[in-house]
């Protein structure tokens, strides 16, 4: 297999395309219906995720907590819609 050491998936894809659009995002906030997740960087590659697998009925549960996180930092929080 080449490249099979290169995993590519939606956080990848999520990171790739944020930064391409905002270099300096440390922080991506993704609401889906089937799940939702925050991704955080660090020069454009992901350091850490987090995935919460329950349905969209979740989802102000899980932005609660998230912002809950990043409340006491210096970050910006920019929304852009899909």
Do not use: W
Not at 7 to 20: D, F, G, L, V
Not at 21 to 35: C, N, R, W
């Amino acid at each position: 297999m080449i490249d099979a050491d290169i995993t590519k998936n939606e956080i990848t894809a999520h990171a790739i395309a944020s930064t391409y659009f905002y270099p300096q995002a440390k922080t991506i906030i993704e609401i889906g219906g089937q799940d939702s997740k925050i991704i955080l960087l660090e020069d454009g590659i992901v350091t850490d995720f987090a995935m919460n697998n329950v349905c969209a009925a979740g989802t102000g549960s899980f932005l609660d907590q998230q912002s809950n996180k990043i409340r006491n930092s210096n970050r910006t929080i920019r929304f852009k819609s899909a």
